[in-house]
């Protein structure tokens, strides 16, 4: 059986942010929380590269464009989407959610997730740095454990043979 998973060793990558304004209270703590999760595991601060957006909407624009012009690894997305203000919540969650699971089959380049879709704000509060721990961090240790797993997938399969012997 032959077994691939990533690992969470990010020495040597280069991550992308795409982070919308909109609930900046909120959408700064996922980001601050992002990036110290990749210093953390390695990441050099000159290889993360933050695109702010407007909202959450646009992320797949910026997520695409960081993707295909910034020469990033992987490209985290980071939103708020609070039902309570907005008939058009499901418009706006479903649509950045498709654009950014498109990243990846377009470009090679894997996108995570790391959009708060909720009823109210204390909701995204409580997932942003409160008792519910921080989706920017989670969605940041995803793009790691991407960029490492599609790493040993696309290593051709004589060199992994030779580096397990
Ligand atoms: N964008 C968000 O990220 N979160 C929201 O809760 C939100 N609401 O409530 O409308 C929101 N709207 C803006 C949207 O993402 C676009 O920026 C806008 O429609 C322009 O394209």
Redesign the pocket.
Known sequence: MEVHTGHMDASGMRVGIAV?R??ELVSQRLLESARDALVRHGVAEDDIVVAWV?????LPVAARELAEHAGVDAVVCL????RG??A??DY?AGEAARGIAAVHPATGVPATLGVLTTDTLEQALDRAGGKHGNKGADAALAAIESVSLIRSLRRPRSAARSEAS
């Open positions: 919308a909109f609930n407007p909202g959450s909407f646009e939103g708020v989407v609070i203000e907005t058009h919540f706006v």
